[in-house]
């Protein structure tokens, strides 16, 4: 079998549209954690549930989430670490990122205490490892283990819990004693309540529901990480600006879209020919050929970014026929499907924002709130990037913030 390798733009965002490409990306994750979840899933069966899931990522619910839950939970993760003077961002962004997360897969919080939130936290980033997996350098099944264990954590103390209110609630909907919008608006409620069709092992529903929690706060973690560290590298090389993007939450939000552009999450996509084909670069594939298709290097395209394509940039001009994060969300059958509450609103070239109803995005959100609290880097403590993985992302990002005021510029 052979290998091939879009990284051409043109030819990228081609192939991530060819039904006769099925996913490969996961083939090691799927073994303990993504079997039959959405992404996993291919032409009708995928086209299927994808349908039904999409039913939450309205614009009202994603601007909820933004508007209403999102400053909260901002709030209650900021107090203690803002007392502190310091906070670690990886850290800080997962302890937010988890309770969006759970809200929107459906996995209700049990006890509401620290150590469930340290639960929570320990258990994104294992179920983090099953997206990587197949990029680990060493023996994987350690890991493997570490994995199904917290899989079995997460299904017993969080998972049935869940599952037994939604189903009281459905119960109480045939019943006549709630109204449909009393229901929880979530992946598991959707589930549950077209499981007659969907036919789903209850294993099944347990991976798409972790599933979920995972790939809603995973990837924004790691993108937040390079968001706010070109943010400050940026304001170090130009004084005046921080001002300005304390200011000016789009500016923020403009920044946050160069970053996804440079920093895909998933760097590349991975697929296989189910058929003999011809790819978008002109070359032929057998099938059971692995096609890898380069997000990381679409996005620094210099016919399509410009010369400076492979640098940090936020004012650079942008053709129209693009999206100022490239192609850091996918596209075709498998685009993100969580694009508008990470990024916020995203419209194509340097068309304006529409002010009445623009997001801004969770990502930017979160980063224009520690610009706002004050956030710089460390100077005794450097960050790290991670290197068990081949990804580029941030392992340990230590900052100080602001210290808070009526405490005579002395934190805690
Ligand atoms: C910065 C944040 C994010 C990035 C960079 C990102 C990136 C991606 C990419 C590249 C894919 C396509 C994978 C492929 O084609 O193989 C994808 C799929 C997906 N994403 Fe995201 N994502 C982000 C945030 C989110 C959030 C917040 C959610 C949920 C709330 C989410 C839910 C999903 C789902 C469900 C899929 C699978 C869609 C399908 O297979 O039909 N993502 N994401």
């Known amino acids: 079998m052979s290998s091939h390798h ?8 081609k192939a991530l ?17 993504m079997e039959q979840t959405l992404v996993t899933l291919h032409g009708e069966e995928h086209r299927a549930r994808r349908l039904l899931e999409m039913r939450i990522f309205k614009r009202d619910f994603l601007r909820y989430y933004e508007e209403q839950v999102l400053p909260g939970l901002l ?23 988890i309770h969006l997360a759970i809200a929107f897969a459906g996995i209700d919080r049990q006890r509401f205490s620290d150590q469930e939130s340290d639960d929570l936290l320990h258990m994104i980033r294992v179920f983090g490892k099953a997206a990587t997996l197949g990029q680990l350098k060493g023996d994987p099944e350690p ?15 969080f998972f049935l819990p869940s599952v037994q209110r939604r189903r009281a609630a459905l119960e109480r909907l045939r019943a006549g004693e709630i109204a449909e919008d009393e229901l929880p608006r979530d992946i598991l409620t959707i589930l ?44 170090e090389a130009h004084p005046g600006e921080r001002a300005l993007l304390e200011a000016d939450p789009l500016r923020v939000q403009r920044f946050a879209h160069e970053s996804f552009r440079l ?20 070359s032929t ?33 942008l053709p129209a026929s693009v999206f100022p994060h490239g192609i850091t969300f996918g596209s075709g059958a498998h685009a993100c499907l969580g694009k508008a509450l990470a990024a916020g609103t995203v419209l194509r070239g340097e068309q304006p924002p529409a002010a009445d109803n623009h997001q801004i995005g969770t990502v930017a959100t979160i980063a224009h709130r520690l610009l ?10 450097e960050p790290r990037l991670d290197r068990k993985i081949e990804r580029e992302t941030w392992e340990h990002y230590p900052l100080l913030l602001a210290p808070p005021p009526g405490t005579g510029g002395v934190p805690a």
């Open 263 to 282: 920093h895909p999450s998933s760097p590349v996509a991975r697929r296989r020919a189910l058929a003999t084909m011809v790819l978008p670069d002109g």
């Open 75 to 97: 709030s209650e993760t900021l107090a203690p670490v803002a007392a502190a003077g310091r906070l670690e961002l990886v850290e800080f962004g997962y302890r937010v990122m």
């Open 143 to 157: 890991v493997r283990q570490e994995i199904r264990e917290q899989l079995a954590f997460f299904e017993r103390e």
């Open 192 to 235: 549950l309540r077209n499981e007659d069709d969907l036919e789903l092992a209850a294993e099944v529903l347990r991976n798409e529901v972790a599933f979920f929690f995972l790939a809603g706060a995973h990837t924004s973690v790691h993108s937040l990480g390079h968001l706010v560290h070109h943010l400050l590298e940026w304001c």
């Open 6 to 13: 879009m990284r051409r733009y043109a030819d990228v965002e």
């Open 17 to 33: 549209t060819l039904p006769d490409l099925i996913q490969s990306l996961y083939d090691e994750g799927r073994k303990v954690l």
């Open 285 to 317: 594939a057998a099938a059971g050929d692995t096609v890898i298709i380069d997000l990381r290097q679409a996005n620094r395209d210099t016919e399509v970014f410009g010369a400076d394509a492979a640098e940090f940039n936020p004012l650079r001009p």
């Open 372 to 381: 706002v609290a004050g956030a710089r880097r460390d100077p005794e403590r």
